[in-house]
């Protein structure tokens, strides 16, 4: 952690000395940004949110100011960040980057529309935020809503099943013996939820999901239609915890939730 605050401290020490915060910074070589750019990627990896939040944004306040630097800042890091495949995908980090677009004179009206509708996406369901609650039905016609389910943990498992990563990570889960025995002791509970109208593709599968979860369908679509969550790929993975506040968001990783459930 020492190594991550000297960085810290000399980043910003070095934005000062060109003038950071009080002038446009000096001519500098795209590569040379590039790199510190990528320096910032390779340690939000490791750093806590925090830590890696103080650096974008003393990255932003300093680039900020140039227009070139700014595009090349955000064109760089938006991929990484957003992408739903992309394995240091980070809301906490992607949403000043947005914001930061949306202020800034160099981008007109036109260019900040997607960015105000993907802030509004990423501002949903946050880490240590209420998840949204929905409907469920089951195969039988039962109705519930997630936040009836009560556990200390309740995995929201948004999938379609005849998507191959979905049967991967459908196996995964149900291969893990942390998964299996945090539902034994009645520390997890598991909703597994179909967000599409094609029945026919989730019963076809209904026999392939553990008997011990949860699995139901949205019948009213208001996952979708009203965009509860953001739905850019599936699977999708949330794990929550007693009161449905977000503990992971958006995760792909079996390892970390079993981590954190193993951690709690």
Known sequence: MNLKIAWIVGISAAF???GGGQQKP??????QREAKFRTFLNLSMTASVDSARHILDTLLDFYGKDSAAL???VDFLTP???DPNSQIRNDELYIPLLEAMIASPFYDSTEKVRPRYRLEMARKNRVGQPAADFAYTLADGKRGNLYAVEAPFTL???NNPDCHACEEI?????GSSVIDNQQKSGRL???AIYPDKDLGAWRKHLKETPETWINGYDAELAIRRQELYDLRAIPSLYLLDRDKKVLLKDCTSVDLIEAWLIAE
């Open 16 to 18: 000062v000395a060109c």
């Open 26 to 31: 000096k001519p500098e070589a795209s590569w």
């Open 71 to 73: 595009r090349q800042m």
């Open 80 to 82: 990484p960040l957003s």
């Open 156 to 158: 929201v498992y948004i």
């Open 170 to 174: 459908l196996q995964q889960l149900s």
């Open 189 to 191: 509970k598991i909703v």
